[in-house]
């Protein structure tokens, strides 16, 4: 299977996408062109500055390297990152076999082409993600927002699972000071572009730019408005308002649900899965690559579960592979046929946490670092 992995990011790797060519290595190239202390005086670019540092770490390969290569280079780092993540999760919950099952979480769809095709930088911000919900597991609640935090500062999408980590807080009445410090861990993660002059009003807004304004309801994420914008009559500036507050309502509910039992065990992982998948599939102008977090939480639940969670599993990995592919292609019948995958996903995801699936568990796992 892992031969069979290599091959694919192999064939894969040739293909360079607009984001590559038309931002990445442009942003690598100007960081070698005027220096990383200088380059970060300005702004430039339009991603966190966390993804930025690690271009500017991967600067000095330039004229080694190609440069589009090197891009994808810092996007297979971040996969790796998300590997040892997925170990450390699966080590927590005594998962068997947590080495080879955190080698597989690369061969994930989703995972795979956001690296080996698309070049992006998900992986950055779900290591930390994925770490946070570890932490959760162990019960360090303190660790938790500070990788919540560093998460977010590496990409504004983290918040996507935000319901599930705001439903731990609330169960086990964490005290409120310890929430500050996600917060603190993002001022941290901007403080050495502020330090070399990046403006603090650009800083607070860079996780606004990618949030423009798109008119279609949904950017090949497979997800219900996929569907919905293609149905005659559709304004979609009335139908995002109205997703807007279905996705708000949808995540109060989603609070309801998973707090009616304490959140331990292979129900925590499950309702961590389960918040991007309510969250991306409810809100506009979801991008295909935002159900990420959802395909490796429910992966690492499926290894321990049974048949049928396997196969809640691998609908949402079809969901996925399916935006993507809606992407490469501009076939919106694709997403929307992902979006029935991911729809029927997020109900059996959410069934597996009603009180007749899941007996109490004790305990929360090893305790760690």
Not at 48 to 62: R, S
Not at 236 to 248: F, S
Request: glycine share 6%.
């Amino acid at each position: 299977m892992m031969a069979s992995g290599v091959a694919l990011y192999l064939m894969l790797w040739p293909i360079m996408t607009s984001d590559v060519e038309g931002s990445f290595t442009p942003w690598l190239e100007h960081i070698a062109a005027t220096g990383a202390l200088r380059a970060f005086s300005a702004p430039f670019g339009d991603y966190a500055p966390p993804y930025l540092y690690v271009l500017a770490l991967a600067a000095p390969l330039l004229g080694m390297v190609p440069s589009d290569t090197i891009v994808k280079l810092v996007s297979l780092a971040g996969t790796l990152m998300l590997a040892v993540s997925v170990w450390r999760l699966l080590r927590a919950m005594d998962a068997p076999n947590p080495e080879r099952h955190a080698l597989y979480a690369l061969l994930l769809p989703g995972v795979l082409m956001n690296t080996a095709l698309m070049a992006q930088c998900d992986a950055l911000y779900a290591a930390p993600t994925i770490m946070a919900v570890t932490a959760a597991w162990q019960r360090r609640h303190r660790s938790m927002f500070l990788w919540c935090g560093l998460a977010v500062a590496v990409k504004l999408q983290a918040i996507l699972i935000a319901p599930f980590f705001l439903a731990v807080a609330i169960q086990r009445r964490i005290p409120l000071q310890w929430w500050l410090l996600a917060p603190l861990a993002l001022i941290l993660a901007n403080l050495p572009a502020a330090l070399a002059g990046w403006p603090i009003g650009d800083l607070a807004m860079v996780y606004f730019k990618r949030t423009t304004f798109y008119p279609e309801l949904s950017r090949n994420a497979p997800n219900i408005w996929a569907i919905v914008q293609v149905l005659p009559g559709i304004d979609p500036i009335a139908t995002a308002r109205i997703a807007d507050a279905v996705a708000i309502a949808a995540s109060a509910l989603y609070l309801w649900w998973v707090l009616r039992r304490p959140l331990l065990g292979r129900r925590l992982v499950a309702a961590a899965a389960l918040a991007p998948m309510v969250t991306a599939g409810l809100l506009p102008h979801m991008h295909e690559r935002f159900f990420y977090v959802a395909d490796v939480l429910i992966f690492v639940w499926a290894i321990t579960g049974t048949v049928r969670d396997r196969c809640t599993a691998a609908l949402v990995q079809t969901g996925s592979f399916l935006g993507i592919m809606a992407y490469g292609n501009g076939t919106e019948k694709l997403a929307m046929l992902g979006a029935l995958a991911m729809l029927e996903a997020t109900r059996q995801t959410a069934g597996s946490l009603a009180p007749t699936h899941l007996p109490p568990l004790v305990g929360g796992g090893r305790v760690g670092v």
